[in-house]
């Protein structure tokens, strides 16, 4: 429950290097808002200047001022040459804004994650899936939990057919302080005591979950992105790992041991902390699975765990990838609470796969190809997904592969993916993604420069155009695969946003040709 802070105790939190204008503070003043843009102020506010990507928010002090800010923090070394301006409120100069901010957040909203079981999923790949898993897992076992990340909050219960969505997804994985914390708040409000939620390297770097305890840290995979932002993979690993490093003792780190950042990622893991360990191929982690079986129906695995016992698992959820969602959401449960093993491999298979997660597309004509739509946006990714989709064809069916790549992003990850693409599919459809403020041509291109034969490929950049070009080329039996946006209902096309939801055009086509 949201309580307003004094300006004292706000204070207190932020540990300020400096006041500008301590005359107009007012210690026992309230203050019932915390704000990062300027344009979203209200009256009585705090506004946090943040430094962003694009913009910062020390350029707009004067417009939260006239909105009704009654004092500005701002970071050192930032703004100063904009205080001469600021003579009618109290400016506060604090080390760094978003860390000041994560602080103030927690304690206006009593501190969320200390009132219920927080799951951090962290990883390139697997994060949607394994934090709806977990949700769906810990809501058929314990009556109710819920989920936060790219696709909004969401409340699962038992019995229920479907989630309550109690937030839209803001187009981040894991939202700024304020946000975060209100939504924590009223999940917890709602009597749901699990929450999983996804963890990006944006958000750790960013401070954006600190003051947040983690009762469970998950650790999917580690592959290359956002090398525009990290530029390195190391400084990739080091936002991740700052998840782990920070959990306090008595929580428990999950891991899995088979990609190769999961047992260098082990070595930093704080004292105290239980570690937990998945694999396929390691046949001394906590959670094993062998036997495993893959198919367009779903995944089946025996489970084998010292631990925490034994036994055959079936879930509804396609390929390799997806049977290690399965173990880390496994391991994360076991983690949390006390379970017969027989009552979790009964709640496995009641789950429901991530919208736009290697989502195999129903359709009654029985002429048109199979049509899977998955947010697959990194090399890996792409590479899971199309090795799945090959590895449940039939010898003589053809994949075809409809992908771009996202603008304003991590350009080197293009060609990788053009070459991951024509290794592995027999039919390309290169088009466009989210081209932002990028020409679309020049990302095209990017993906050609790493694709050594073009005999196979075909640029269509209209994206509807090429999703319908790859269903009426291909036959019964052959796979249509469309990579990149999964869940996404939009497109982002320079200055503007339009709609469009892969699943709807595919859908589209669909229909068209049942006539």
Known sequence: MKTPLSCQKLLELIEPLQIINPDLLQAEQLIAELCLDSRLMSSGAAFFCIAGEKDDGHAHVLEAIAAGAELVIAEDGQAESLF?????????????????????TAALYGYPSKRAQLIGVTGTNG??????????????????????????????RAGAP????????????????????????????????????????????????????FAVAVFTNLTQDHLDYHLTMEAYFSSKALLFQELK??????????????????????????????????PNADLVAEQVSLSLEGSSFHLRSALFGSGDCTIALQGKFNVYNCLAALGAVFALTEIKVSDCLVALQKLRPAKGRFEVI????????????????????????????????????????????????????????????????????????N???????????????????????????????????????????DLVLVAGKGHENYQILADKTIHFDDLEEICRVLDLLAT
């Open 84 to 104: 001469l301006e600021v003579l009618s409120r109290p400016v506060i100069i604090v080390k760094k804004t978003r860390m000041a901010l994560a602080k103030a």
């Open 127 to 156: 994060k949607t899936t394994c934090t709806h898993l977990i949700a769906q897992l810990l809501a058929e076992l314990k009556g109710s939990a819920a989920l936060m990340g790219t696709m909004g909050a969401k409340i699962f």
């Open 162 to 213: 479907e989630p309550t969505l109690l937030a839209e997804g803001s187009g981040r994985t894991t939202p700024e302080a304020p946000e975060l914390q209100s939504t924590l708040d009223q999940l917890i409000e709602a009597a749901v005591k699990h929450i999983a939620m996804e963890v990006s390297s944006h958000a750790l770097h960013q401070s954006r979950v600190a003051e947040n305890d």
């Open 249 to 282: 003792a008595g929580s428990v780190a999950v891991l899995n041991l088979d990609d190769p950042w999961g047992p260098i990622l082990r070595q930093v893991i704080p004292k105290g902390v239980r570690v937990l360990t998945y694999s396929i191929d390691d």
């Open 362 to 433: 129903a359709h009654p004509n029985p002429q048109a190809p199979t049509c899977i739509v998955d947010y697959a946006h990194t090399p890996d990714g792409l590479e899971n997904a199309l090795i799945t989709a090959r590895g449940i064809l039939a010898p003589q069916s053809k994949l075809y592969v409809v992908f771009g790549c996202g603008g304003d992003r991590d350009s080197t990850k293009r060609p990788l993916m053009g070459k991951i693409a024509s290794e592995l599919a027999d039919q390309i459809i290169i088009t466009s993604d």
């Open 435 to 477: 081209p932002r403020s990028e020409d679309p041509n020049q990302i095209i291109a990017d993906i050609l420069a790493g694709i050594p034969s073009l005999k196979k490929v075909k640029v269509e950049n209209d994206r509807a155009k090429a999703i319908g070009e790859a269903i009426r080329a291909a036959k019964q039996g």
